[in-house]
Nanobody, 120 residues
Framework: VQVVESGGGLAQPGGSLSLSCAAS????????VNWYRQAPGKERELVAT????????NYVDSVKGRFTISRDNARMTVYLQMNTLKPDDTAVYYC??????????????WGQGTQVTVSS
């Protein structure tokens, strides 16, 4: 089982980055996927969620209208498009796959994280 994030880096305020989360080794379409982030000295925060079939999404208020989560189950990949970035978006971003149906409802997989830094 692997969950691997990519696409982090340095962006200027107002800029954009696109994160990817590639999964392997499990039935990806049975899992909801969450993007979390953790800034230095802060607790991990849930940023965005997409249901297993991609039919519903949810966002923390601070990123609504700026971030978009999507998924391609055939490619076993989830994306997080981040626009109009702010310095407060600086954090390590983690992808989490969480079982959404029997028999995987208790399964939880995490990636290693990717650093996003927003600075001029």
């Amino acid at each position: 089982v692997q969950v691997v994030e990519s696409g982090g880096g340095l962006a200027q305020p107002g800029g954009s980055l696109s994160l990817s989360c590639a999964a392997s080794g499990f039935t990806f379409s049975w899992y909801d996927v969450n993007w979390y982030r953790q800034a230095p000295g802060k607790e991990r925060e849930l940023v965005a969620t997409i249901t297993s079939d991609g039919g519903r999404t949810n966002y923390v208020d601070s990123v609504k209208g700026r971030f978009t989560i999507s998924r391609d189950n055939a490619r076993m990949t989830v994306y997080l498009q981040m626009n109009t970035l702010k310095p407060d978006d600086t954090a390590v971003y983690y992808c989490n796959a969480r079982g959404a149906r029997y028999p995987v409802t208790r399964r939880d997989y995490w990636g290693q994280g990717t650093q996003v830094t927003v600075s001029s």
